[in-house]
């Protein structure tokens, strides 16, 4: 039985339309972002979050879950590539 470690990846999502709510904040000198919605967006791809290391044949969670029971972990296969 191998122990799967935990690593960070991304969903690259396209054609995605975000609208957010911006209040200027004099006190925090910096802006305040609120009510944030989205519309549309598809899942492209996943990828490595520390070098974009993109998991191939992984476009949607089902494809990701099956991925990681083959491969093991992000790291694991990126480190053999």
Request: proline share 4%.
């Amino acid at each position: 039985m191998s122990v799967i470690q935990s690593t960070s990846f991304q969903e690259v999502i396209v054609e995605l339309t975000k609208e957010e709510g911006v209040e200027d904040s004099i006190e925090l000198c910096e802006p305040v972002f609120m009510n944030a919605s989205a519309e549309g967006g598809e899942l492209e791809r996943y990828q490595c979050v520390e070098c974009g290391w993109i998991i191939p044949e992984a476009s949607s969670p089902d494809d990701l879950a099956r991925w990681l029971q083959t491969h093991g972990t992000v790291k694991e296969e990126h480190a053999q590539t």
